[in-house]
């Protein structure tokens, strides 16, 4: 039977024609250019080798096979890589394996796996292309794969760029590897988009195309595969069964709006002529995401907000990074010298005598049973303490805004910003002074001020606290930059 007559034959030929008219039609992938496809020995991408294979004298391209092995799956795994590899010597192009630990990935970055197998997936891609020569990377997702998507991120939860999907040509983001190093200008492309899966299940029966099937995507355990097997046939045939053509629009105008919101965002980072708080929400978020991004992170959700409605103020995304908004409206990922301004405390317990360093400043305290009142002559950098009234457990740290203090002599609790204020401490000289807080909770000593009346030496006292200190250092935490420091 002949391809015109035989109606399977005229399926495959069709296929062919639509993709080639999707390449030419959207640019995608440019006559005469090195193509790197990605192959993981699945139907799908196995479908878009044979294809762009067939196309390639067409368009005059150089293809080249790239398979990673995640070694996630034991021996499955090998045979995947073997598959592709065979495949890619019967095509005769040249082929790259690479593989990666993504276990250990996962667990030192505390991801899922399957975000580390991505991020290293991504890696290696990007490395080949580049090493091979080639602008484009093509990539076999299709028109099921982002309809699963679509939900999948409604029901994790997303916004407009989210609902957007994956788009037909699109830079390669930088890898999660290694946010610093500039991308160069590779673009991944998906010749398959818009072809539903079932289309490339049949051209691969047809055409004989080998693929592997992986076990994984049976399971029920998977969301995805909740959504392909249970959710979507069930829309389908109940709800909606224009839903291939409902979804796909409404991401493409979604897409559409958060690109006109990105690009706003672009250009306000590029020149900032409004106040980033008069921004419209959605700009300020785009103009939050974009930072982050650049910064190597996933913008999520809490993390955008957290640093829209907070400058100033330090956000974790993780055991490791911390973000700082200034007023203006950038980002910066917090470096570790910020780090050290957590409220970091100590806890002292005040035996008869000792000493102790706390973040450069050696104290050492003696105490010692005495009648009444009677305090040494002056001496620098030396207090004295009722140290009964001071307890036997004290905290050290350095100021907070916020915190009170009652030095000698005044009548009630002060703001300690306006005590340093008045005794002339300059403002980035304030978090350097160490403070000791007693057993009750109140402040007893301040660094250079006088001690707390409430804890002074009366008639009275039974022991006396003798409190000396002097500093390795002339400072205490480091100061943050005063465009990002807490209001
Ligand atoms: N291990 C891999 N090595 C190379 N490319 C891969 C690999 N895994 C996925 N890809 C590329 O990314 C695309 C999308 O990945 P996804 O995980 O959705 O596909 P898959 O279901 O594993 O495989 P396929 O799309 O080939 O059926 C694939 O079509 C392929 O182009």
Redesign the pocket.
Known sequence: MTAAADPNARAAQQLLHHVAANLRSLGLIEPRQKVL??????????V?LDLLHRLAPRFEWALAV?????QLRGEAADA?EAL?RQQATRFQLPFFA?RGDVRALARQRRWSLEMA?RAL?LD??LRTARDWGSPVI?????AD?QLELFFLRILRGTGGEGLEGMRWKSPAPQTPMSPAEPSPTTLLVRPLLDVPRATLRAYAALRQVP?RE?TS?RSTDILRNRIRHELLPLLESAYQPGLRHTIPRLMEIVGAEAAAVRLWAERWLATPDTPFDQLPEAVQRAVLRLQLRQLGHEPTFELVEQLRLHPGRRVTAGPHTWFLRNPQGRVQVAPPTQLAFQPRQAALKLTRAGHATFEGVHLSWRITPTRGDRRPPHKPRVEYFDADAVGRIVLLRFWQPGDRFQPLGLPRPAKLQDLFTEAGVPPDERRRRLLAIASNGTIFWVEGLRPGEAFKLTPNTRHRLRWAWTRETPAGPPELPPELAEP
Request: net charge negative; glycine share 12%.
């Open positions: 496809v990605a192959v993981s020995g699945g139907c799908d991408s196995m878009l790239a398979h990673f092995n995640h995947d592709v690479g197998a997936r290696f891609l093509a990539l076999g997702h299709h794969d693929f992986d995507n």
